[in-house]
């Protein structure tokens, strides 16, 4: 069983629709990231949060604006996609600290579709 | 530069036959981690191994086994007896200090019954 959760599972949208991706671990992990997956593709790293801060962001385009509301939650806002955002979108996390080579553990994701 | 290449885009193999998944990395840290992920149909990147760049120890867990060379740049994984349940995209990693996972193109095992 995962121990990171993914919300929706399948979310279909239109380019102006505002909707949300959940993310949410349980294992104490204080780095948390959000990955793009187009098909047969490797996922490409969007956002690194680390201790509830923006790490890294990856030039992704403003209209995904990520949330970590605390240490194990992780939102991914959308608002005016296009169809090229579609794809398989990825939640992973991680531990941080003296220990920095981590590996990362992954959601089941969310298969969008923006029509 | 950091690059991971996964030559082998697709394999196929019948059941019970042994297969070999190539990993050549390129990098100029001294200190990295390797990694290997399984994704099967269903999408969900599942962590099989974490090697750091000071150990070339080579594992075994089960059926599935590790060959790190830091001679030639490479973390082959073999799977032995492949059983149909193994059929999905593996992806060999690269990660940095910067906590940046740079992930190959990924290889695609169809295990045959």
């Known amino acids: 069983d995962t121990e990171v959760t993914q919300t929706p599972k399948h979310l279909v949208m239109g380019m102006t629709n505002k909707k949300s991706l959940k993310c949410e671990q349980h294992m104490g992990h204080r780095a948390m990231y959000w990955y793009k997956q187009k098909a047969k593709k490797p996922p490409e790293l969007m956002f690194v949060?680390?201790?509830?801060?923006?790490?890294i962001n990856e030039s992704v385009p403003s209209r995904f604006s990520p949330e970590c509301p605390n240490s194990s939650l992780l939102n991914l806002h959308l608002h005016a996609l296009q169809p090229e955002d579609s794809a398989l979108y990825l939640c992973?996390?991680?531990?941080?600290?003296?220990?920095?080579?981590?590996?990362?553990?992954f959601g089941p994701g969310t298969r969008l579709t923006v029509l | 530069a950091q690059k991971v290449t996964q030559a082998q885009t697709e394999i196929s193999v019948v059941e019970k036959e042994d297969v070999t998944l190539d990993c050549v990395y390129e990098?100029?840290?001294?200190?990295?981690?390797l990694f290997w992920y399984k994704q099967p149909p269903s999408g969900e990147l599942v962590f099989l191994i974490r090697?750091?760049?000071?150990?070339?120890q080579n594992e075994i867990s089960g059926r599935y086994s590790w060959n790190f060379q830091k001679s030639t740049s490479s973390f082959n994984f073999t799977i032995t007896a492949s059983q149909v349940v193994d059929s999905a995209v593996y992806f060999c990693a690269l990660l940095r200090s910067t906590n940046k996972l740079i992930f190959g193109t990924g290889t695609l095992l169809a295990v045959q019954p």
């Open positions: 949060y680390s201790y509830e801060k923006l790490s």
């Open positions: 992973a996390s991680s531990q941080v600290g003296r220990v920095r080579y981590n590996e990362q553990f």
């Open positions: 990098t100029r840290d001294t200190t990295y981690y």
């Open positions: 090697r750091n760049s000071f150990d070339e």
